[in-house]
């Protein structure tokens, strides 16, 4: 296991904290190997992440930090080490396949503990990597059944985040509220936007010249969570309802792959409803 840590803070803004901190690193014979802030200065905000290097003791380096530091601050130490994680899915592959593929091959920085579908369509695609699938209907259930069934299936993996690969039911407050900024989403992006069924027919019809994908964290408002990361690509006249399909599952896989890669390095800070990002 890596002995490097990340060094994650954000509170009020004043004079001397980036000082305050090195000097307690500094004195616990930490090497800092990257640094990086940012003042929201609409807020008054600071943000701070630092990598470090050394034999640490980190309860100490925790106490020494909250007592030079002022109050009301928040501020974590990780390990630098692989995420575990739990995926949900429905039917799509795209999102799926790409995130398996890139944990076989060591370049997700996660480990995929489960997958959990409310269809069994993908069932015998994550066999194939020897991971975990549950299957969980929901037909004939409440929302709020079928999601406690989902929660008790998490509860025995523990996981740091949830992925939803896809996953097309909307999950519900409650269900939300067990891990906040823990869910992250995949979700496709035109402008104009169209909702509701066959969006690329509708893009198709209209002729768009832009399709992309956001990745964001899941709160209670439907799509409207933090941002982590968005892309696109260019299309036209030439491209059918089934060319724009494909072009936006390219993407998708593409942007989600880029959030996760984010955040399993610890480089994400959400603050109110958006997102700082030290890349």
């Known amino acids: 296991m890596s ?58 380096v925790l106490q020494e930090l909250h007592d030079a530091l002022p109050e009301k601050i928040v501020f974590e130490l990780l ?15 795209h999102c799926l396949g790409d995130l398996l593929l890139r944990e076989n091959f060591n370049d997700l920085n996660a480990n995929i503990l489960a997958v959990i579908g409310n269809y069994d369509t993908l069932q015998p695609l994550t066999e194939k990597f020897d991971i975990p699938f549950h299957y969980i209907s929901h037909e004939n259930k409440t929302r ?27 999950l519900s407050p409650a269900f939300v509220q067990q891990f906040p900024d823990r869910i992250i989403n995949i979700h496709h992006s035109f402008l104009p936007a169209f909702i509701g069924a066959n969006p690329y027919r509708q893009a198709y ?16 408002s439907l799509d409207e969570g933090p941002i982590i990361a968005q892309n696109v690509i260019q299309v036209n006249h030439t491209h059918n309802a089934q060319d724009m399909a494909q072009a936006g599952r390219d993407v998708e896989k593409i942007v989600l792959a880029q959030a996760l890669k984010l955040v399993f390095a610890d480089k994400v800070f959400v603050s109110n409803n958006k997102t700082i990002i030290f890349n």
């Open 3 to 60: 002995n490097n840590h990340t060094l994650l803070i954000h509170c009020t803004d004043r004079k001397g904290l980036i000082y305050t901190v090195t000097q307690v690193l500094f004195q616990n014979d930490l090497n800092i190997i990257s640094n990086g802030e940012f003042v929201d200065k609409e807020n008054n905000h600071f943000f701070m992440r630092a990598e470090v290097a050394g034999d640490i003791n980190r309860e100490k």
């Open 79 to 93: 390990p630098q080490q692989k995420k575990n994680i739990v995926i949900l899915v429905t039917k799509e592959h």
């Open 144 to 170: 709020e059944e079928h999601d406690a069934q989902i929660l008790e299936t998490i509860k025995q993996y523990n996981p740091d985040y949830l992925v939803l690969a896809k996953y097309m039911r909307v």
């Open 205 to 220: 019809e209209r002729g768009v010249k832009i399709i992309g994908a956001t990745a964001h964290f899941v709160n209670s």
